[in-house]
């Protein structure tokens, strides 16, 4: 639903403001036009009405000219018929005169018009009765007196109405130019107005278009900024630091700089135990660490997360770059106040030089990336400089992953992952009773990749889920393979790893697994490094007391290369320690290794623990393990791990 009081954006505004000062000026045009077309209407009435007035008063003149020439007609015949009809026209034009003077009165006439038409009538009134007395006076054949009446009066008053009806018309014509006038002021005016809200209408647009296009250009601006800007830091983003790095490798292209990658280490457990609230502040303090340590023209970025960026300019040499790497890495190893509790944050740092290590924004980037992974991988807080050996390296880890991920989804169909079984020689009596199940991985190109470089990429994803199980159910048939051809006194130990949430589900296999094969838990053992006990929960810690109970063993795992408590080594369900090969391999010469194996044989032993020596290679250590009542030797010394069936040559032959 869109939101309620949005403000209106130019783009919008922009039609509705056209539309608005179009419809006023159409709206002004209308007004205008039907003003004009009243206004044309009026003229021609005015000139209708003009014409038809003067034919009226033409026809007076006319009808009172005739009169007197009938008058004058009849005092020069003595004919009475002619006379007769004289007078028959005579009255015919008076009547003619009184239409249409009546006519003319009946009209819309002004005062003037009015005050004339009263002298006409006047005069009229005057002529008509010496008219009929010259009439008389012909009839009564008293010709020399009607013809000085007509001359000296008659015909001087009729004069009179001629001048007075020809005033009529002169008014009538004064009226009507005086009307065309006021027409011709108001079509003017009218103009005037049409041509004035017009021009108010384009000024209008123009400062209407003016206007939007300002305000556009500023929201423009602001979402530029806003695409271009880290909303939390605001600092520049991913895509505006790129192009900062493009411009700058454009413009100093001789230039030595570095881009400088930055993620602070485990930030998803802040952001999970304290909240995001709590996460943001962190986040902006930790630019603000960065940005007190750098100089002018260098910039900051946060590509988002606890991703930060920096384009560092002000340190032009490699040594330069290296003192500040070093020196910021230091203040970035620092506490953040969070609730009045005292936060400890360290980051991994990755660098990349230009124009040694790429000679692109988006290339520099990468290696700055990589550099900051290996710098995670290195164990974190630290930095690493972008080398191709650790780009090489982490390409082949992805690479690696990715396979695995494809083998193990399809079930390893093409036994690509297998077992190998390492024999564990009891010294004591000299007898395999054990061996050490191994994996190994053979890829389609016939190369055998290590357990020490799949096995850590596995733990990182959830594959060694997957290869606990495959190693649980492979170690599990080749026991079964063997119990059938006889060989019944080999245990096998397997290495597992994960976290807590694994061991119970493995577990759970586990049991089914040797209930559906009927096998005995004596006839296996587990091998958990130090890392994997300290993370495992106290029900499986019970679970795997359950399965020592049963007979099965469980050994500690390169002891001593990791942290354990003795304390741990009291309460864990353990029943053998496997002392790491990097102690064995200084055996017999070497005096750390010399005293820490005796004493971790000695430790073990008062625990009540079996102690395995790994990594055995030669005669002497083998002397030296024996002469300290090592319980067990593994190592290259008797055998290098086999296939399934060779240990079965092996104790077939024993
Ligand atoms: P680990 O469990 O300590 O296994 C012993 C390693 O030492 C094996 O290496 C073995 O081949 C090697 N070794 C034994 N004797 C000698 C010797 O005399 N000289 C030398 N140089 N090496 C010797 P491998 O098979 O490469 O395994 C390496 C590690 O990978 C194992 O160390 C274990 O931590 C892990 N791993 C191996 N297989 C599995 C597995 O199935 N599951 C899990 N989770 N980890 C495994
Ligand atoms: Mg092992
Ligand atoms: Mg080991």
Redesign the pocket.
């Known amino acids: 639903m869109p939101e309620k009081n949005a403000p209106l954006r130019p783009k919008t505004l922009l039609p509705i403001g056209f539309s608005i000062i179009i419809f006023i000026m159409i709206l002004t045009n209308i007004f205008a036009i039907t003003k004009m077309n009243n206004h044309s209407n009026l003229m021609s009435d005015t000139v209708n009405q003009r014409l038809y007035n003067n034919s009226l008063l033409r026809n007076m003149i006319q009808a009172s000219f005739n009169r007197s020439i009938i008058l004058s007609d009849m005092l020069k015949t003595d004919d009475p018929f002619i006379n007769d009809e004289l007078f028959l026209k005579l009255n015919i034009e008076a009547t003619t005169f009184t239409v249409n003077r009546a006519k003319f009165e009946s009209q819309d006439i002004d005062e003037k018009m009015d005050q004339l038409l009263i002298e006409q009538d006047k005069l009229s009134r005057k002529v008509a009765p010496l008219q009929n007395k010259v009439y008389e006076l012909i009839q009564l054949d008293q010709r020399d007196q009607a013809l000085a009446l007509f001359n000296n009066q008659t015909l001087a008053l009729q004069n009179k109405v001629h001048t007075s009806i020809n005033e009529m018309s002169e008014h009538q014509y004064q009226s009507a130019q005086g009307t065309f006038e006021q027409l011709k002021n108001d079509n003017k005016n009218v103009l005037m107005t049409i041509v004035l809200f017009n021009i108010i209408g384009v000024l209008l647009s123009i400062l209407l278009t003016v206007l939007i296009l300002k305000r556009q250009n500023i929201n423009d601006q602001k979402l530029a900024i806003a695409a271009n800007t880290d909303t939390l830091t605001q600092l520049p983003n991913r895509s505006r630091f790129i192009q900062i790095v493009d411009q700058h490798i454009n413009a100093e292209p001789e230039s030595i700089f570095a881009v400088i990658f930055f993620d602070i280490d485990y930030f998803k457990t802040i952001n999970d135990n304290y909240g995001h609230a709590i996460g943001d502040k962190i986040l902006v303090e930790f630019a603000q660490k960065i940005s007190v340590a750098i100089k002018d023209g260098d910039v900051l970025s946060r590509f988002g997360g606890d991703e930060f960026v920096l384009l560092l300019k002000s340190a032009n040499s490699h040594e330069k770059i290296a003192t500040f790497v070093h020196n910021l890495s230091t203040v970035l190893d620092t506490s953040f106040n969070v609730k009045n509790n005292e936060i400890f944050l360290t980051s991994s740092i990755g660098v990349a030089h230009y124009s040694k290590d790429a000679t692109t924004a988006k290339a520099l980037l990468k290696n700055a990336d990589v550099s900051m992974y290996s710098a995670k991988q290195s164990g974190r807080n630290c930095y690493q400089y972008y080398s191709k050996a650790t780009n090489r390296k982490i390409e082949r880890n992805h690479t690696l992953s990715h396979t695995l991920h494809t083998i193990l989804k399809d079930d390893n169909k093409n036994k690509e992952l297998f ?1 190998l079984y ?1 024999p564990l020689m009891n010294i004591a009596e000299g007898a395999i009773n054990e061996c ?4 190994r991985w053979k890829n389609k190109k016939g190369e055998m990749v ?3 470089e799949f ?1 850590p990429l596995a733990e990182k994803s959830n594959l ?1 889920e997957k ?2 199980l495959f ?1 649980l159910n492979e170690a599990c048939k080749q026991q079964n393979e063997w119990q059938q051809a006889g060989i019944t006194d080999v245990r096998i130990n ?4 994960g976290n807590k949430l694994i061991f119970k589900k493995l577990l759970k296999q586990f049991r089914r697994n040797l209930r559906s094969m009927n096998l005995s838990p004596l006839l296996f053992g587990i ?1 958990l ?1 130090e890392r994997t006990l300290n993370e495992i929960s106290q029900d499986t810690i019970y679970e795997l007391e359950d399965m020592r109970e049963l007979g099965m063993k469980i050994a500690i ?2 002891f001593g290369t990791d942290y354990s408590s003795l304390i741990s080594l009291k309460n864990l369900p353990i029943t053998t320690l ?1 002392i ?2 990097g102690f064995i391999d200084g055996l017999p010469d070497n005096k750390d290794d010399f005293a820490l194996v005796k004493t971790i044989i000695n430790l073990g032993h008062s625990l009540n623990l079996d102690i395995v020596a ?4 030669t005669f002497e250590q083998l002397q030296f393990l024996k002469e300290h009542a090592c319980n067990t030797a ?4 008797f055998h ?2 086999l296939e399934g069936m060779q240990i079965m040559d092996l104790k077939l032959v024993a």
């Open positions: 077992l390492q050490e199940a191994l994996i290590m357990p020490d096995i060694i290869i606990n190693v397997i290495n597992l790893s091998e490094t795992d390169d496997k790491d090969k790994e990594g055995v290679e593994q190592g290259y010394y290098r791990p």
